[in-house]
């Protein structure tokens, strides 16, 4: 006989991933000016065990976000500046002849922290960026035949140029599909743009930023993230959204498997944050944009037509009929 849950313990953790979650997201507001819809995304996506790509023009903020959460959480930290002469092993790690004991040591890349930091990961070649493959989805290692683990939590925080934009090269299918969610910081508007010269013109407000929560808090949220209930008819509907990205005519390459998984728990992390220990069909819908549209690959005519990815999506949506409440 299957015990039933304590609802006061489940109602006890909700309110510490919400209080802590709030901890954080002022943390790196007192950073970011007016996008507090980009940092709740980057803590869901935190939160759901994911990676984030931040894709923009240069200078609105990219790295800053990406510093700013990072030095909210107390936790290891690695940066790695991507260039077109950067090395796989410059990420991962390299074993090196140690001369004293006459054996082969392993020294660990900057991948071996909870959050790691790729600067303009599409200024490196496609064989450094597959370098990230292996730990983005097993969360783990493989240098000449012995495998490390990682910790937890891990999360790959990536920022890129637009593709346009001169001496990139584009991601391949399978790193955008092992990001959980791309998002666009945009410009800022005029207030807020006001007020970032007076913060940023006087001082660094990145130098001020101190941790507000502990990597064992964080493990504690993502546990409690795992235990938020999903449907049956929730799940369906995550199915049916991505499912009906392999069959529209707007799209030659539809989502995977892995987008399903990744929206589903996307969801979980968005209910909890909105206080909620249950999915409902309207998280499923404000995440899909940001957890498919990097994903799938527009068809010619569609390109010719001028509807990009997040168009392409947002209108299967709405087209996708929602399960019933009851």
Known sequence: MTATPDVTDVETRLEALVDTAQRIRR????VIEGKGDVVRLTL?????????????????GKTMLAKALA??????????????????SDITGVSAYNQQTREFEFKPGPVFANIVVGDEINRASPKTQSALLECMEERQVTVDGRTYPLDSPFMVIATQNPVEMEGTYPLPEAQRDRFTARISI?????????????????????????????TAEIRALIRAVRTVYVAPAVKRYAVDLVSATRSSRDLRLGASPRATLHLVRSARA?????????VIPDDLQELAVPVLAHRVLPSLDAQGLRHDPEQIIADLVRQVPVPDSR
């Open 186 to 214: 945009g410009y800022p508007d005029p207030a807020a743009e006001l007020e970032m010269l007076d913060v940023h013109g006087a001082e660094q407000p990145l130098d001020k930023l101190k941790p507000v929560a502990t």
């Open 27 to 30: 943390a790196i507001e007192s």
């Open 44 to 60: 869901t996506v935190l939160l759901a065990e994911g990676h984030l790509l931040i894709e923009d023009v240069p200078g609105v």
């Open 71 to 88: 030095r909210s959480i107390d936790c290891t930290v690695k940066r790695v500046q991507f260039t077109p002469d950067l090395l796989p």
């Open 270 to 278: 968005h209910a909890a944050l909105a206080g909620r220990d249950y």
